[in-house]
């Protein structure tokens, strides 16, 4: 009879320990998503209008996932870090397409300067 009992306990321990092990998920990963959103920081993001929205949508997202990983919805948080990342790094894009495109014009005002200067003709259109 000892040796039914000890398979029941120790098939019991072992259960718990399964079952243990399934309810607790990888821990949520804010990694990429912060570095995502420092970068677009850094960037400049928050002077460009569509970086702006996007930086901000970043931030807010991150805060969710953290309140999603605090109530134990790992799954949900982990989406939610995606999308923070993916916004942050949309924010980083538009940051710099708006720089080129300031670069791009200050490149043909200052060709349009020297031409006035040197008198040359005018690009056709």
Do not use: F, W
């Amino acid at each position: 009879m000892r040796h039914g009992n000890m398979a029941i306990v120790a098939g019991s321990v072992l259960l718990a320990v399964v079952i243990a092990g399934c309810g607790s998920g990888p821990a949520v990963n804010r990694e990429a998503s912060t570095s995502a959103i420092r970068a677009a920081e850094e960037v400049g993001a928050s002077n460009v209008p569509t970086a702006s929205l996007y930086l901000q949508l970043a931030k807010e997202e991150e805060e969710n996932a953290k309140g999603l990983a605090a109530k134990g919805q790992k799954e949900q948080a982990e989406s939610m870090l995606l999308r923070s990342q993916a916004d942050g790094e949309l924010a980083v894009a538009l940051s710099r397409g708006d720089a080129d495109k300031t670069e791009a014009t200050q490149a043909i005002e200052r060709v349009q300067k020297l031409r006035q200067d040197n008198q040359l003709p005018q690009e056709r259109k």
